[in-house]
Nanobody, 118 residues
Framework: QVQLVESGGGLVQAGGSLRLSCEAS????????MAWHRQAPGNQRELVAL???????TYSDFARGRFTISRDDAKKTLYLQIDSLKPEDTGIYYC????????????WGRGTQVTVSS
C-alpha cells in the first residue's frame, strides 16, 4: 500500500548538518501519520519525530531543538533536518508511515545510514 525510500544520509563531522528525505509511493492523497525513527548500534529502534497530515509534530526529547520534521504532501515526501550533529546521532534512520486511521499496519523504508565523526 505504501512504499518508502529514504535518502540523504552519509558521513559528516560533528557540528555539521544533514537533510534526510523519504519519498512515498502510494495512492493515498495525504498520509495520516509519517515519522522518523532511528537505531544506533546495540540499541533499540526509537522514535525521532512524527508529523500528522493536520500539521501536528511530536519530537522525542533528544530531538527537540536540533531536529526539524516537515512534509510536502504534493510531492509525498517527508523530511528531517538535523543540525549540530553529534556522534551519538549515528545510526540508521528509518521512515515510517500510517496511511489512515483505519489502517492498523504501518510501513517502513529500508533506512539510510547517518555516521557522525568526532
Amino acid at each position: 500500500q505504501v512504499q518508502l525510500v529514504e535518502s540523504g544520509g552519509g558521513l559528516v563531522q560533528a557540528g555539521g548538518s544533514l537533510r534526510l528525505s523519504c519519498e512515498a509511493s502510494t495512492d493515498t492523497y495525504n498520509i495520516y501519520v509519517m515519522a522518523w525513527h532511528r537505531q544506533a548500534p546495540g540499541n533499540q529502534r526509537e522514535l525521532v519525530a512524527l508529523l500528522t497530515n493536520g500539521g501536528r509534530a511530536t519530537y522525542s526529547d533528544f530531538a527537540r531543538g536540533r531536529f526539524t520534521i516537515s512534509r510536502d504532501d504534493a510531492k509525498k515526501t517527508l523530511y528531517l533536518q538535523i543540525d549540530s550533529l553529534k556522534p551519538e546521532d549515528t545510526g540508521i534512520y528509518y521512515c515510517n508511515a500510517k496511511p489512515s486511521v483505519t489502517v492498523r499496519d504501518t510501513f517502513w523504508g529500508r533506512g539510510t545510514q547517518v555516521t557522525v565523526s568526532s
